[in-house]
């Protein structure tokens, strides 16, 4: 296991949104590990602010949820994006590339 | 909004969602488990509980922990200003109190249905009529004046019953019911007295009532020669009986007449009036045999010009009301055209018409139901200025709040947010003002009750605190809230946040000012507008009772002890019912300390009436108005114990007795309208007994008394004819009689000798109505009293609210100008000027709300006619007293604010931010 990186504040919900579009509905522990494979064990997705999040998330309206069989047999909760939610990870992705440019620019030596 | 519905379902079916969150961290429990092939999972994993309370606080989240954060907000501020927030909670509360009470009995009096199957399909019957009507010979009931003139009135001739009763096609039941008066009630060897009433057969059907026990009266108990039967009230069965089913069978003496109890009424049923308990119902068809009255009894069945009985019917389903009047209409007016006897009989008839009857007969609803309206009125004006005082309170606060509100604003909360912090505030406020409110109301209601029962002892008017009226309140209270919430809430957020923040506390050259007044002055005017109305209002109650009690009576009325005997009742015939009163009139003018006594048919000023038609030999009937004059039956020494001088001729008394010719002293009223210009004494008039005697007694006047008040001190004295009750007039005859004893001391001292003395005479004839003759005039005008003390205690209520309201608003306003008043102090302005800067604004918001005030007492106090005694609407001396009191308590209320803005140090002042 390489350096373990808490994830930067205000990008939980953009990474679930992401990776549920990218591989369409799974459960918490799912999501989990797919970001942090993803990123290679550097992004570490904390439970104890994943469930909440998810929560939250659901409040919104950003993703749906069902129960269903998981690949091995046992019931999960499924997450879903919603259209809505599709939306609001456009909407993130792109504050997040500005900033991540605007940051860029800052720290660029000179 | 979506969300909001999310986190409802949320709550629905937390349980269930409860569940699910388990689940799924045990479903990633084991997922993580399986994976790294460790059971020490949980440790890794973290605190399970947490992550679930977390997740359980975004559902209930912000919503609830808002509202939780507002609340407790809201307890701290109104805890850091305790004055402000007990004014406010105190006169919010006395508001809804007040307001509460009075519901209370609007509800009792006017809205809450008789406890009777589908009450809604009930209708009175009544006639109106305008003038005189011949036609009526003899009329026993209740009548009321109509604004537009003439009387209307729930008394029909039996015949007249039967005709409408057979002949209808639109009520499926038509009874008939007459009061029965107090009756003298022996069951089991206990006497007692109590209401009857005389009903007829179908009158529990119509009413579709059920027996407690045995049956109700019938069709064939009210036959002429069916056996004699009575129902008892539910109350009378379980205080005399104990609630034994043996009690049906059993005989009972009604007025010494046997009758054999046949059931037991149910319950809640207190008969059809509200304002008589009844204790026993007896078939009408008893009447005659009861010999109540003993005036001609027998032919009160079939003498068609003899009004008593009165009628209400069920409606046919499917029938209105106005197809039902439509109907009987007609029918009655052929039926009293049938019964005229001659020309001048037939120029008046009664009208009939209908009257919904579902809450009964209103006589109580007649007694209360304006001096109710006009004391709601006064309470929502009092609600008024309550909530005129909290918003004034509250937009002062706002005012001072502005930099705290700019703060908030400035750090991103929502205008929302802060508004709703607000409302959460005032609604806080006023739901505690309502619980305060519902306190006050259940004591007002208690005073209220005592003070309109006034000691009567069946007093029926049950008014309560039931659901209906507490959810008046709590909408009352909420509205307010909201209303007097929302104004200053607005306000407060509007502010343009930059200069809001640059202001210190004491700034107060601000430019927002462009108006010569703001609302908060718009309020003041109004509540010391109100409050003028209310003052003037209590002030005219206050001078109408005083009329009221200084009239004067041309009789006495102090140490006059009253009692009514009746040996009628107890079986008492008429040779011995004359022998008896006079044994007893022996035996009181005996005791020591007794100037005198004497009795009468009729009490003095308790208006009751016993009038008669008379006509002047030789004289034409002056105009349609059939002459007429007040009879009383007098013992003798009549004149001398009530002290009514005799101006010519002789008293009535010992030498006028059975065989003599009649003979009568009349009043100045009888003398000056029909003698004008001469002496009465030694001219004949013929009255005309109660019904059956056509003829008329020759009556001689042998003496003149000076006008004494005879049934109330409202109404002119009419004529009055005074007679001796030991002479015997065919169809007069005596019974119940009331006793006058005039004493040296305290009259009910000698109550227990005189009860000792009558039960030593005749222990079967109960001694009944003590009082003295004061309590029974200060009887009469109980309303008045009742209504002056209530109007007083709110017109001092409005008083004070607008004090606190004038007086908030000026301390405010000179805190606010601190600054500038220690910078004119320190320039070298006087005192004097000080104090008259702050109290010219205070004198113009006075006069401004006086003059809105005047101009609404002139248009309002014209409904207050009716009420007023002795004095005009806009009475002068009253409305410049009201004008002084308000002036004197604004200048009170505002000199103290101008005192402190006067000794303001102006060091600190300028100091001071």
């Given at each position: 296991m390489g350096t373990r990186t808490e994830i930067p504040p205000g990008t939980l919900y953009m990474l679930i949104l992401k990776t549920l579009a990218r591989i369409g509905p799974m459960h918490g522990y799912g999501i989990a590990q797919y970001i942090q494979q993803t990123s290679e064990e550097v992004l570490q997705v904390e439970e104890g602010s994943l469930y909440p999040a998810l929560q939250r998330m659901l409040i919104k309206g950003w993703v749906d949820a069902e129960w269903r069989q998981s690949e091995n047999n046992r019931r999960a909760r499924f997450y879903k994006l919603t259209p809505e939610g599709r939306k609001q990870l456009n909407r993130e992705l792109r504050d997040f590339e500005r900033v991540m440019l605007a940051i860029g620019k800052v720290i660029e030596p000179a | 909004m979506k969300s909001l519905w999310r986190r409802l379902q949320w709550l629905l079916h937390r349980d269930r969602f409860e569940r699910e969150m388990d689940e799924e961290i045990h479903h990633h429990l084991g997922l993580l488990a399986d994976d790294r092939k460790e059971a020490d999972v949980l440790r890794q994993f973290g605190n399970i509980t947490l992550i679930k309370e977390d997740s359980r606080r975004i559902w209930i989240g912000t919503f609830c922990e808002q509202l939780a954060q507002d609340v407790r907000y809201a307890l701290r501020t109104m805890a850091s200003s305790k004055l402000f927030t007990a004014m406010a909670i105190l006169s919010l509360a006395l508001g809804i109190g007040a307001n509460t009470a009075i519901y209370s009995f609007m509800d009792a009096i006017m809205l809450r249905a008789m406890p009777v199957g589908h009450p809604a399909q009930l209708a009175i019957l009544k006639w109106r009529i305008k003038g005189d009507a011949t036609v009526i010979h003899g009329r026993t009931g209740s009548a009321y004046r109509e604004p537009g003139g003439g009387i209307t009135c729930p008394n029909f001739p039996y015949q007249g019953y039967e005709t409408l009763r057979d002949n209808n096609h639109v009520f499926s039941t038509l009874f008939a019911y007459a009061g029965g008066g107090r009756m003298n009630l022996v069951a089991d060897g206990q006497a007692e007295l109590g209401f009857g009433e005389y009903v007829s057969g179908n009158y529990f059907g119509g009413l579709e009532l059920s027996p407690a026990a045995g049956r109700l009266i019938g069709?064939?108990?009210?036959?002429?020669?069916a056996s004699p039967v009575a129902v008892i009230s539910y109350g009378y069965w379980q205080r005399r009986?104990?609630?034994?089913?043996?009690?049906?069978?059993k005989r009972i003496l009604v007025n010494g007449y046997p009758l054999t109890i046949i059931g037991v009424a149910p319950p809640e049923f207190f008969g059809v009036r509200p304002d008589t308990v009844a204790q026993i119902f007896i078939p009408v068809r008893q009447f005659g045999s009861l010999?109540?009255?003993?005036?001609?009894?027998?032919?009160w069945h079939t003498d068609p010009h003899n009004y008593w009985v009165e009628i209400m019917g069920r409606l046919r389903p499917g029938v209105t009301q106005a197809q039902a009047q439509a109907e009987l209409v007609p029918l009655f007016h052929g039926w009293v055209l049938n019964s005229a006897e001659n020309e001048s009989e037939r120029a008046l008839l009664p009208t009939l018409w209908l009257q919904e009857g579902g809450s009964g007969v209103d006589s109580l609803r007649h007694q209360y139901s304006q001096p109710l309206y006009v004391l709601t009125a006064m309470v929502g004006l009092i609600l008024l200025i309550a909530c005129a005082n909290i918003a004034n309170l509250l937009l002062a606060r706002a005012e001072a709040r502005r930099r705290e509100m700019a703060v908030r604003l400035s750090l991103g909360a929502g205008r929302i947010r802060v508004m709703r912090q607000l409302l959460t505030e005032s609604i806080l406020l006023s739901i505690s003002a309502a619980a305060l409110g519902t306190l006050l109301a259940s004591f007002g209601i208690r005073a209220l009750t005592w003070l309109l029962a006034n000691g009567r002892e069946n007093f029926t008017l049950h008014a309560q605190l039931d659901w209906r009226v507490l959810t008046f309140t709590l909408l009352v209270a909420v509205a307010t809230g909201t209303l007097f919430g929302l104004a200053p809430a607005i306000q407060a957020t509007k502010i343009d946040i930059t200069p809001a923040l640059k202001e210190t506390r004491a700034g107060s050259s601000r430019a927002r000012t462009r108006l010569p007044f703001s609302l908060s002055h718009i309020l003041v005017v109004a509540q010391i507008a109100i409050s003028l109305l209310l003052v003037a209002a209590a002030g005219l109650f206050v001078r109408t009772l005083g009329n009221l009690e200084s009239v004067s009576l041309g009789f006495n009325r102090d140490n006059v002890l009253l009692f009514d005997l009746n040996p009628s009742h107890a079986g008492y015939k008429e040779p011995a019912i004359k022998s008896l009163y006079a044994d007893l009139q022996r035996r009181f003018q005996l005791l020591p300390g007794v100037r005198g006594a004497t009795m009468a048919s009729v009490p003095l000023v308790a208006n009751s009436t016993n009038t008669t038609g008379i006509s002047m030999p030789g004289q034409p009937p002056a105009g349609r108005r059939a002459p007429s004059t007040a009879v009383m039956m007098v013992g003798p020494s009549f004149f001398d114990t009530m002290q009514i001088?005799?101006?010519?001729g002789r008293p009535v008394g010992e030498q006028d007795i059975d065989g003599a010719p009649v003979t009568a002293v009349v009043n100045e009223v009888f003398a000056r309208k029909y003698?004008?210009?001469?002496?009465?004494?030694?001219h004949h008039f013929f009255a005309f007994a109660y019904s059956g005697n056509r003829q008329g007694v020759d009556i001689e006047i042998v003496g003149l008394a000076r006008t004494a008040l005879y049934d109330s001190l409202r109404r002119e004295v009419p004529p009055v004819t005074y007679i001796s009750y030991l002479q015997s007039i065919k169809n007069w005859s005596i019974t119940g009689m009331i006793f006058e004893v005039h004493t040296a001391g305290d009259p009910l001292a000698l109550a227990g000798t005189v009860r000792r003395i009558v039960h030593d005479v005749s222990p079967q004839v109960p001694v009944a109505g003590i009082t003295t003759q004061a309590g029974q005039i200060d009887g009469t005008i109980v309303q008045e009293r009742t209504f002056a003390e209530l109007c007083t205690c709110f017109g001092a209520l409005a008083l004070i609210m607008s004090c606190v309201g004038l007086y908030g608003t000026m301390a405010y306003a000179v805190s606010r100008r601190t600054s500038e008043i220690g910078i004119r102090m320190a320039l070298g302005a006087e005192r004097r000027r000080i104090i008259w800067m702050v109290l010219r604004q205070v004198l113009l918001l006075g006069a401004a709300g006086l003059a809105v005030g005047l101009a609404a007492v002139w248009e309002t106090t014209q409904f207050l006619k009716s009420f007023l005694f002795g004095l005009q609407p806009n009475d002068p001396l009253t409305l410049s007293f009201a004008v002084a009191i308000l002036a004197a308590c604004a200048v009170l209320a505002g000199y103290a604010p101008a005192w402190r803005a006067s000794h303001i140090d102006p060091m600190v002042a300028l100091r001071h931010e």
């Open positions: - | 069709p064939e108990d009210d036959k002429s020669g009986f104990a609630a034994q089913a043996a009690a049906v069978g010999d109540v009255n003993q005036r001609g009894v027998s032919t001088p005799i101006l010519a003698f004008p210009g001469q002496s009465p004494i030694g």
